[in-house]
């Protein structure tokens, strides 16, 4: 078994800042799953997942100069991260009509099923949402966006923001639901 050396990360962003080529490809390596999975959340399909961590990974290269190593890198790479992806999502969502969802009462499903769920059972669930639904999901829900913030990153009213979310977790829990009619 091969074991990997640990890397010196705080090394890797001086030599970045200086524009060390080959130290932003380790950096990218490095950060790549986790900033793939972020931009996975935002994105409609793995092609957009990567067109978005390339773009993002563009945007960490020109603007790591400004990077104040006061505060955690992974916190700042993941803010550019969804920032790049979202605004992705939100060119998109010019051309996306959003369906509504027909208004029903509260499932909620057996603790057994949900105990059962993986990471890709739980990504395919969040694949049935409509993309906006999905977007404000896991910005909400996963990243911790205000209805606010939100607001001002989509261009949608607060309030439709919350609707929304009301939306995506009401679509969630009727997926759930027939996820546990299969394993029922």
Not at 163 to 179: D, F, P, T
Request: aromatic share 10%; hydrophobic share 40%.
């Amino acid at each position: 078994m091969r074991f990997k050396a640990p890397v010196n990360e705080q090394l890797i962003i001086s030599e970045c800042k200086r524009g060390n080529l080959k130290h932003q490809e380790l950096l990218y390596k490095h950060f790549y799953g986790f900033a793939k999975g972020i931009c996975l959340r935002y994105s409609l399909s793995e092609d957009d997942a990567f067109e978005a961590v390339n773009d993002a990974f563009i945007k960490v290269f020109n603007a790591i100069s400004g990077y104040n190593e006061a505060n955690p890198f992974k916190a700042w790479l993941r803010s550019i991260m969804v920032n790049t992806a979202i605004d992705r999502r939100r060119k998109e969502m010019k051309y996306h009509l959003q369906a509504d969802i027909n208004d029903t009462a509260p499932l909620i499903a057996p603790d057994l099923v949900i105990s059962q769920l993986n990471a890709q059972d739980i990504l395919r669930l969040m694949e049935t949402l409509p993309p906006l639904h999905r977007t404000i999901f896991n910005l909400y829900e996963i990243d911790g966006y205000s209805h606010d913030e939100i607001s001002a990153m989509l261009n949608v009213p607060a309030s439709s923001s919350r609707v929304y979310l009301s939306r995506a977790k009401e679509k969630l829990k009727n997926a759930l639901l027939s996820e546990t009619q299969k394993h029922g």
